[in-house]
């Protein structure tokens, strides 16, 4: 099973996706726990670019093809080898992301996002996406809050850095993605307790193990 966790900055993402892969360890599901940008050696020098507060005035096709490079790697040496092991991959963030921040954020077609995803990924399709969401400003305050307190690199601001309308626009963008897709998007209330969050997403992913 493909599981991806989508949301907008400081909605807790990466706390959950360790919840959730000892959850599944415990019930015996061998999960691969990993992230876009920078799930693999590559990755990580693309990640880098990416969110490097020095690249502020990067191309938004740039940016696009910089994440599409990164995933093609990150596919082709992380997630196809490990679901063809019979492995669960939990991945913090994927596809969806590039079309809400690229597409609905910044302003390229998602159409063409679409198309070009189509054309080099074809297929690649989480069975299921656990969308975080809360209040962009609510989120961008835990976010830069991780930042000053060193929990998160500084060198990694690029998005933080933001107006908060940019970060409304990925919250709207989430928000539609998900109406255009229920039956495999699931959205969670990620501004409550992170012991709330972890229950909500327990008792949605036990649903879907039923089905299996
Ligand atoms: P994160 O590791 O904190 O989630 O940071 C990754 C940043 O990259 C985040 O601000 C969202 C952004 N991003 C995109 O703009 N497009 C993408 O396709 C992905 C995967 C992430």
């Avoid at 191309?59 to 669960?88: C, K, N, W």
Wanted: include cysteine; hydrophobic fraction near 45%.
């Amino acid at each position: 099973m493909f599981i991806t966790l989508e949301g907008g900055e400081g909605a807790g993402k990466t706390t959950q996706i360790v919840h959730l892969a000892g959850w599944l360890a415990e019930r015996g599901i061998t999960c691969t726990r990993t992230r876009e940008p920078g799930g693999t050696l590559l990755g990580r020098a693309i990640r880098a670019v990416l969110l490097d507060p020095e690249n502020a005035g990067m191309a938004p096709a740039t940016e696009l093809l910089l994440y599409m490079a990164d995933r093609s790697e990150h596919i082709r040496q992380v997630i196809t080898p490990a679901l063809a092991a019979g492995r669960t991959v939990l991945c913090d963030r994927f596809f969806d992301a590039t079309v809400v921040y690229q597409g609905f954020a910044r302003g390229l077609a998602s159409d063409w996002i679409l198309r070009l995803h189509e054309l080099v990924f074809a297929g690649m399709t989480p069975d299921l996406t656990l969308l975080l969401d809360l209040p962009a400003e609510v989120g961008l305050a835990r976010a830069r809050r991780q930042l000053e307190k060193g929990d998160r690199p500084t060198a990694e601001s690029r998005f933080e850095d933001e107006a908060l309308a940019f970060h409304q626009r990925v919250r709207e963008g989430y928000l539609q993605l998900a109406r255009q897709a229920p039956e495999r998007f699931r959205v969670i209330d990620a501004a409550r307790d992170e012991s709330r969050v972890k229950e909500d997403i327990r008792s949605v992913v036990e649903v879907r193990l039923r089905r299996l």
